[in-house]
């Protein structure tokens, strides 16, 4: 069995893998699926280093040419003058440290060859980097440094520690930036709109970072203040909007450490507007103590960072701060109205640095009321040390904030008695037609009276509202000034404006849809297949039900049967067959009958209202039922790549099935199937398949078809045909063979190689007394070893969720792990986790890393409780998700509560800015499709994990069919979130298994 091991540091950093993996062959079988797998891992805000190769210090490709002064050509397709420049202009940011590159800006539009000059290709598309370098760029991949040996053509020549003399003969050292960038980019570095998702600021960080490669550095492993970093961010690590636009302490003291020779004498002084820990990927940002304030009331900021970069110890440092107008520029100017400053009156020696908190400001008695942000400027005896210019980076001037700055109001206060003034917020910040915006009012001077228009006047009387902290829902989209009054006796009353951004929903009434549900069952007296279709929008939908008769089964009786879905509903058909045959399909009764079922919607409002999912149940006798969930798939998102399907197992308590389904209506679809062996040492390739349109077809025992005696395994799925989309999924059943357990099943869903990712969250891991228990699955597809680490936040026992530690267990190539009860063993190894008998539960996050890189892997967990009636266990799965697959809005569907069924809610902050969030509740009646209750739940901390038990009964009482929609309204942050449909209308009823119900992002 793998040991996994609590690590005694967890040193996190921000990066990517900058360099693509190539597979080797394991098994020739699967060799060419799993190279297909090998996919670079997106832009990540953190990775483990544990056992890497770089413990306690940055690490560093091999030194190139140390003793040279490099020349690079900026080069590239498709890219503007400006644009070239733009990158330019961050190579020579290493010249102000040491004197390391001569630049030139070719004005052509070609890229240039082999010929052993070193090149920046600026906005190279991936055809031209894979014609170019053989290399392919996804979308995710931000840039690659490229180096080119005399000898072995475009081989990386890596080693562990700095060596001054070089790595060889290195006659050639490329840099390319993805053009794949999702957003434009501009040679203006404050251009509205260059973010942390693209633009100037992370495409101008890129050319830093990668060139920052060919210098000999590699990405920051350890930040920990006994490696000498202290909280320091770097170029080398950058994770947003901020970093790539001057160099840090880390960055200038290894350059200047290693190319002594070619310092420079230099006094440099930056002021970080956030500071980046070692900590459960700490992503802590500048912030202000308020939002508002008015004339002569204070303030204060905290979370900055003033550091000496440069190579000589400074003079008197001053950090003054301003209020800058919103909306134009995005730097503060000596002009701007300054609020206060901070002296170093001693200045700074080389390296030193400072993190700063509540520092104290005041607003000017004369400053205008309006809408600022709050940025600083850094000086050294009087001047900036580093000349500033417009787009040009500069580490001497920040804003408060990230991506977008943090506003601040400056009120107008009322005359007359107590003055008032009027202020307010509102959530979601970018609200969308029909969604309900929560209004907060903020006003000074203890207002009794409130007098609010919301800008709406064709909402009629729901235009106003005297209510202190109301709520509105606009139909349209559009832009609303809102404006609040409020009013006491002995005051002149105060009002205030704010606009309120409302977008369209998708679609206009006349969108279709069509989700495949991959399996609908009637097995007499063993299972039965229950389905819930739903209809979140504003319009009557007409639904088409299409049945394929799986021939896999002998069955027959395929068709069509249509019904109408108004707004807002949600219905639960306990028996799909039998609904079918009610509306006329010749569905055969008293035998083993089930296939595909394809839900088309038509006329609904948006793109994403509609919604349809499965239960599949087997009967426990004078219990109650056992069964799992799976969601209706769109077909525009089935796969046509590689899947893969993980976890499966074959020994004494369970087996696994395998099953695939055709999701074209036209074509048929042929398709190869592997079968890893769990521990990766070799592989299984079973005949090709081939599909029908819409046929299902399933390999029961499937590790025991591919090799018998094989105990656990992962599977590739590799499609023979072109184009033609199917779905792919795994069951664990409990049970040697069917009638050997509770027969209770958990449903595993395929992973496309286009969604592998190295990081991933949980939602849940739980022990509850010896009731319930967590088993975690991991999985390397990468074919060089790898270690998984992941970090348990337990929330039931810690209320606001506290870390057990970090912990990492070891794999082989394409090796899976089963852990089976993983709370227990973390607590062996030392994990801060309470004596067992009591109740855990909480979020887990997982990385997958290899070396020096991040790699793809897949981790999951299976969470059961043991049968109190029969022989064997109930449980559900569910797999860990990219942090991209968290949401701001999410709609959870399927929520029961009757005489057999409660459904469980959960919530997770996802930690993606490592910030509280708040999120809001909304509970819907399926029967009416009404609004039944609206609730801010409880704010969540990083990776907490809070659960809401029968959150029907507790939330809308008398609902026994609904579903919830949950968005944030506070903090910027993203969530996960689930439902679990369990058997008994409470605790300790039915066999209290659980079918897990995933949540649906809005689109």
Request: charged letters at 15%; proline letters at 6%; aromatic letters at 8%.
């Amino acid at each position: 069995m793998k040991t996994i091991a609590r690590l005694a540091s967890f040193a996190s950093f921000a990066s990517f893998a900058s360099s693509v993996s190539s597979a080797s062959s394991v098994a020739v079988a699967v060799v060419a699926v799993a190279a297909a797998l090998l996919v670079p891992a997106p832009a990540l805000h953190a990775q483990a280093s544990s056992s890497a190769g770089h413990p306690g210090n940055e690490g560093c490709w091999c030194g190139y040419q140390t003793n040279v002064v490099r020349s690079y050509v900026i080069r590239g397709v498709g890219s503007s003058a400006s644009q070239k420049e733009a990158a330019a202009d961050m190579i020579r940011e290493w010249n102000r440290y040491a004197n390391l590159f001569n630049v030139t800006v070719d004005s052509s539009s070609s890229l240039g060859s082999q010929n052993g000059v070193n090149e920046v290709n600026v906005l190279i598309s991936s055809a031209d980097s894979v014609a170019r370098y053989g290399i392919e760029l996804e979308s995710s991949v931000f840039g690659v440094a490229v180096m080119f040996p005399d000898s072995g053509f475009g081989q990386f020549n890596q080693c562990k520690e700095f060596d001054p003399s070089g790595c060889g003969p290195f006659n050639e050292t490329d840099v390319v930036v993805n053009a794949a960038f999702p957003t434009g980019w501009t040679g203006d570095w404050y251009a509205t709109g260059n973010d942390s998702t693209g633009g100037t600021a992370m495409v101008q960080a890129t050319v830093l970072h990668e060139v920052g490669h060919t210098l000999g550095l590699h990405h920051v492993f350890d930040l920990a203040q006994g490696a000498g970093y202290g909280n320091s961010l770097s170029t080398m690590n950058y994770l947003n909007d901020d970093v790539g636009k001057y160099l840090t302490r880390m960055d200038a003291k290894t350059i200047r450490t290693e190319y002594s020779g070619a310092a420079r004498s230099l006094v440099d002084v930056g002021v970080y507007p956030f500071v980046y820990g070692n900590k459960r990927y700490d992503q802590t940002y500048a912030a202000l103590s308020k939002g508002s304030a008015l004339p002569g009331e204070g303030l204060t900021v905290s979370n900055w960072l003033v550091q000496n970069v440069g190579s000589q110890a400074t003079g008197p440092i001053r950090i003054t701060f301003y209020l800058v107008p919103t909306g134009g520029r995005k730097y503060p100017q000596p002009t701007d109205t300054a609020i206060g400053s901070v002296d170093f009156g001693g200045g700074a020696p080389v390296d030193a640095e400072q993190e700063m908190n509540a520092t104290p400001l005041v607003v000017p008695a004369n400053a205008a009321a309006g809408d600022y942000w709050v940025g600083a400027i850094a000086t050294v005896n009087g001047q900036e040390d580093s000349a500033y210019q417009v787009g040009k980076p500069n580490n001497n001037r920040f804003l408060v904030g990230h991506t977008e700055p943090t506003v601040f109001r400056v009120l107008q206060g009322s005359g007359g008695g107590t003055p008032l003034a009027a202020d307010f917020q509102f959530a979601p910040s970018s609200p969308q037609a029909g969604q309900a915006v929560g209004f907060q009012d903020l006003s000074r001077g203890t207002p009794t009276g409130w007098q609010w228009d919301f800008g709406d006047p064709s909402s009629g009387g729901a235009n106003a509202s005297t209510t202190q902290n109301p709520e509105h829902a606009y139909q349209q989209a559009g832009t609303y000034t809102v404006r609040l009054t409020v009013s006491k006796s002995g005051a002149t009353s105060s009002s205030t404006t704010r606009q309120v951004v409302v977008s369209a929903k998708p679609g206009g009434g006349v969108t279709s849809s069509a989700l495949l549900v991959p399996v609908v069952l009637d097995i007499p007296g063993r299972f039965l297949s229950e389905l819930t279709v739903a209809n979140s929008g504003t319009t009557t939908a007409t639904v088409r039900l299409r049945y394929t008769a799986a021939t896999a089964l002998g069955a027959t009786g395929s068709g069509t049967a249509t019904f109408t879905l108004g707004p807002g509903r949600q219905t639960v058909i306990p028996d799909t067959l039998a609904f079918l045959r009610q509306k006329g399909l010749p569905i055969p009764t008293g035998s083993t009958q089930g296939g595909s079922l394809r839900v088309e919607f038509e006329g609904l409002s948006n793109a994403g209202a509609g919604y349809a999912s499965a239960r599949t149940t087997a009967p426990i006798a004078g219990v109650g039922r056992a069964g799992l969930s799976y969601p209706g798939v769109d077909v525009t998102q089935a796969f046509t790549e590689p899947v893969a399907v993980f976890g499966l197992r074959q020994n004494s308590t369970d087996r696994s099935n395998f099953a695939l389904v055709n999701a074209s209506t036209t074509s048929p679809v042929t398709l190869n199937v592997y079968v890893v062996k769990g521990d990766g040492t070799g592989s299984f390739q079973f005949d090709p398949i081939t599909l029908q349109p819409g046929q299902w077809d399933q390999y029961g025992n499937i590790l025991t078809q591919a090799s018998p005696g094989l105990d656990e395994g992962w599977i590739l799925v590799d499609p023979v045909t072109t184009g033609v989309p199917y779905l792919a999924y795994g069951v664990f059943n409990d049970g040697a063979a069917p009638g050997r357990g509770t027969d209770d099943g958990s449903f595993v869903g395929a992973i496309a190689d286009s969604k592998v990712d190295a990081l991933l969250g949980i939602p849940a891991v739980v022990e509850i007394g010896d009731k319930y228990s967590s088993e975690l699955m991991l999985t390397n597809l990468t074919d060089k070893p790898a270690q998984a680490y992941f970090e348990f936040v337990e929330s039931l026992a810690h209320k606001g969720g506290a870390s057990a530690g970090v912990f990492s267990v070891d794999l082989d190539p394409l090796e899976q792990v089963i852990l089976p009860d993983v709370v227990d063993q973390m607590r062996q190894v030392g994990g801060d986790i309470g004596p067992k008998g009591a109740a855990y539960a909480g979020s887990l996050t997982v990385l997958f890393s290899a070396q020096d890189q991040l790699v793809p892997g897949l981790a999951g967990v299976r969470t059961s409780n043991p049968s109190i009636t029969t022989p064997g266990r109930f449980g559900l799965f569910y797999a860990g998700d990219p942090f991209t697959s968290s949401a701001r809005d999410a709609w959870v569907y399927g929520l029961q509560q009757n005489a057999s069924t409660r459904t469980n809610l959960a919530v997770v902050n996802a930690a993606t800015t490592n910030t509280p969030i708040t999120v809001r509740l909304e509970v819907y009646d399926g029967d009416t499709g009404a609004l039944v209750k609206r609730q801010t739940l409880e704010p969540l901390q990083p990776n907490e994990w809070l659960q809401y038990d029968r959150v029907l009964l507790t939330y809308a009482p008398g609902v026994t069919n609904g579903y919830a929609r949950l968005t944030v309204v506070s903090g910027d942050g993203t969530f996960f979130a689930y439902g679990v449909v369990n058997d008994g209308p409470a605790p300790n009823t039915g066999t209290s298994d659980g079918s897990y119900v995933s949540m649906v992002v809005s689109k």
